[in-house]
C-alpha cells in the first residue's frame, strides 16, 4: 500500500515500539478488513444474527434515561470535533474524546474513565483488536491503516464499545459474530454514527488498481438504517441532542421508562425483588412526605435504604 506523507510521519513514531502479532490473548475482539464486492457483501448473512433493530433496542433501553441532560447539544459526534491523528498524542485525544461522549450520551451504561493503552501492530490480518489479558486492557491497531484518519477514528470506536460493552456486562463472549455486530452497533447508541458513516469504507490505490475495503460487521444499508433507527428512537422519546425534525418513514417502537419507572427498578433490584416489601416502604415514605412525587418518595426510600446500610 502506498503511504501517503503523514503516514510517513506517523511511522517515525512508531518504527521503535511496532510489534507483530503473535498468540491470542485470553479475551480479544477485532475489527476486520472485508475487501468488499457485492458477493461477498450478499454472502454475509446478517439476519441469523439478530436484525439491526432487535439488537439496538435492547441496547438502547440500557444506555439511554429520560433524565439524559438536556444540554446535550449534539448526540451525534461530529467527525470535525476530532483531532487529525498526527502521532500517539492524537490517538490519545480522540479516544478521550469518544470515552467523554459515550458517558454522556449513553449514561445507562458504564463507560470507563480508564482508557485502554494503545498499541500499533505490524502484519496484523485483521484492522483492530479490543485486548483483555490479566485484566489488562489494550487496543491494537493495524500499522497498515495509519494515515488514515477516518479508518483509525471507526477502529478506535468500535474497540471503545468493545470495552464500554464488556464492562457494562453485555458483550456476548459465547458468540463472537454477534458480538462484534452489536459492537458495531453500538457506536451508533453512543453516537459515533458519523464516524462509522465515514470510516466503514474507503479506497486504495493497490498495483492492480483501485480496491474498496469494508471495515466491520454490518453491511451498507446496515449503517444507514442503524443511524435512522437510533435519530428516530430518540426522536420519538424526547431525548436531547437529536434531530427534532419530521418523522422518519420507518417505524420505531421503543418507549424508554420514565424517570420514575427506572427508580422503582432500581429500588425493587435494591430490595432483592421483594415487590410487596418495596410496596410497604413506599406506602410508609408516602404517610410521612404526603408532598413528594413518587420519583421523589421512590429516591428518599432508597436514600434511607443506603443510610441504613452504612
Not at 57 to 75: C, D, E, G, H, I
Not at 239 to 253: D, I, N, Q, W
Not at 279 to 292: G, M, S
Amino acid at each position: 500500500m502506498e503511504r501517503t506523507a503523514e503516514a510517513m510521519s506517523l511511522w517515525s513514531w512508531l518504527k521503535n515500539s511496532l510489534k507483530r502479532p503473535d498468540s491470542r490473548p485470553p479475551y480479544s475482539s477485532h475489527v476486520r478488513p472485508v475487501p468488499y464486492s457485492p458477493s461477498v457483501r450478499n454472502n454475509r448473512n446478517s439476519t441469523s444474527f439478530g436484525s439491526v433493530q432487535e439488537i439496538l433496542q435492547p441496547l438502547a433501553l440500557k444506555a439511554w434515561v429520560r433524565t439524559q441532560n438536556s444540554s446535550l447539544a449534539n448526540f451525534v459526534l461530529p467527525v470535525a470535533d476530532l483531532p487529525s491523528i498526527k502521532g500517539p498524542k492524537e490517538v490519545e485525544s480522540t479516544l478521550e474524546i469518544l470515552y467523554r461522549h459515550a458517558r454522556k450520551c449513553a449514561p445507562g451504561l458504564e463507560v470507563p474513565y480508564c482508557m485502554p493503552k494503545v498499541t500499533i501492530w505490524a502484519g496484523m490480518d485483521i484492522a483492530g483488536e479490543y485486548v483483555v489479558n490479566d485484566g489488562w486492557v489494550s487496543v491494537r491497531l493495524a500499522s497498515e491503516h495509519l494515515g488514515n484518519d477516518s479508518a483509525i477514528r471507526l477502529i478506535l470506536a468500535h474497540e471503545a464499545c468493545h470495552h464500554i460493552l464488556d464492562i457494562s456486562g453485555l458483550a456476548d463472549k459465547r458468540n463472537s459474530a454477534r458480538n462484534e455486530r452489536m459492537t458495531d452497533l453500538a457506536m451508533f447508541i453512543c453516537g459515533f454514527g458519523e464516524i462509522a458513516a465515514v470510516g466503514y469504507r474507503f479506497a486504495e490505490q493497490k498495483k492492480d488498481g483501485w480496491v474498496t475495503t469494508h471495515l466491520g460487521y454490518l453491511r451498507p444499508e446496515e449503517y444507514s438504517a442503524a443511524h435512522e433507527w437510533v435519530l428516530e428512537a430518540r426522536r420519538v422519546n424526547g431525548l436531547s441532542g437529536a434531530f427534532m425534525g419530521p418523522a422518519s418513514h420507518k417505524r420505531v417502537e421503543l418507549v424508554l421508562p420514565t424517570a420514575s419507572e427506572e427508580c422503582l427498578k432500581d429500588l425493587t433490584g435494591r430490595m432483592l425483588g421483594d415487590k410487596q416489601k418495596v410496596k410497604r416502604l413506599l406506602e410508609d415514605c408516602k404517610r410521612r412526605f404526603p408532598d413528594l412525587t413518587e420519583e421523589q418518595r421512590c429516591r428518599k426510600v432508597i436514600e434511607e435504604h443506603e443510610r441504613i446500610r452504612r
